[in-house]
């Protein structure tokens, strides 16, 4: 399929994904199409429109058109696919239904390009979330990967295509060796408050100490990609979309992301002491974290997030971008006093 293509719909394609969707059989419809929120390498578009079934009942819908193109991501080469892989398996039996990832009516693999079609979610997302529903994704969070890790439903044994435990640590390792922000907070002209890269460097200087820690926790199931953009809270019910770096992770870093990936500066102090207890909460409702004394929540935030902040300080394009970059490392440097 070339960029052409992808203007268009096949019929027989939409037909399928309407009859399954609306459980009629359909005869005639009409679509329109609509760019969406998606990444550089792929194509989310909304088709919407009206499907006429055989009894000649005339029917809204919308649906979601993804086009995910192979490509190279670090330390995980086979995440292009990985949305693919949990469709077509049987991996929706693991979800609660107050916390899931959006229905799947089609889903196809061709040379290097997967297509799926997926159910529209319409509900609260981004920066419009508030602080009760932070903590409430907080929660069922710690039910949906406590019930997990207790329970270890063999459908997750059975999925090949699962970003690696090692993940983090080699993220936070290929950034730190990057020279170019390595030097960077160690030098002189370094525009980063003096105390904030002194944040990093000790960073560097304890990894041993820290990772030593954060390796003492359980390993979850982990979506990985948990940034308020990717979560929709919708009737109380909460659905993630963008699957394709989950994996194998340590209990709370999706909890890392949720606080600090591209944050609401504002509110971070506030989420930070709002959902890390709610989503032990929830944990503990399905497997006894008690023994844990130490959660790491700030270390994972510091190895997830501190070279990348640094590195979307230097290369920002605007006074106000830096400022959020800068404003979102001094909020993790005041997690440390909480």
Not at 23 to 36: A, E, H, P, S
Not at 58 to 69: A, D, H, R
Not at 151 to 168: A, C, G, H, M
Request: negative net charge; contains cysteine; proline residues 2%.
């Amino acid at each position: 399929m070339n960029n052409n293509d992808e203007k268009y719909v096949k019929p027989e394609i939409l037909e399928l994904v309407l009859s399954k969707m609306l459980d009629k059989t359909i005869v005639r419809l009409d679509y329109q199409l609509k760019d969406m929120q998606g990444g550089t390498l792929g194509v989310v578009r909304l088709v919407s429109g009206t499907a006429e079934s055989s009894d000649g009942e005339k029917l809204p819908y919308k649906v979601v058109w993804k086009i995910q193109k192979k490509f190279g991501r670090y330390s995980d080469s086979d995440s292009w696919r990985r949305e693919y892989d949990l469709y077509a398996s049987d991996f929706k039996q693991v979800f609660f239904h107050s916390f899931r990832s959006p229905k799947c009516y089609h889903a196809e693999i061709n040379d290097d390009e997967i297509q799926l079609w997926m159910e529209y979610i319409d509900g609260v997302s981004g920066l419009n979330l508030t602080t009760e529903m932070y903590e409430r994704i907080a929660e069922e969070l710690g039910r949906f990967q406590g019930k997990l890790y207790t329970e270890r439903p063999s459908v997750l044994k059975n999925l090949s295509n699962l970003s690696k435990v090692e993940f983090t640590k080699n993220n936070y390792l290929h950034y730190r060796s990057w020279n170019v922000l390595y030097d960077y907070i160690r030098s002189d002209d370094c525009e980063i408050p003096k105390h904030l890269c002194k944040m990093l460097i000790d960073l560097d200087n304890d990894e041993d100490e820290i990772f030593s820690r954060i390796e003492k926790l359980p390993i979850v199931l982990c979506h990985r990609d948990f940034w308020v953009a990717n979560i929709f809270y919708s009737d109380s019910k909460i659905i993630l979309i963008d699957w394709d770096t989950s994996g194998w992770g340590y209990m709370g870093e999706d909890i890392a992301s949720l606080i600090t990936d591209e944050a609401d500066v504002c509110h971070m102090i506030e989420y930070y002491q709002k959902c890390i207890p709610a989503y032990y909460r929830g944990f503990s409702e399905y497997a006894d974290v008690s023994h844990i004394s130490d959660y790491c929540i700030y270390e994972l935030i510091l190895v997830m997030f501190g070279y990348r902040l640094v590195e979307w300080y230097k290369f920002a394009k605007s006074p106000e971008d830096k400022s959020i970059h800068l404003n979102t490392l001094q909020k993790i440097y005041e997690m440390r006093f909480l």
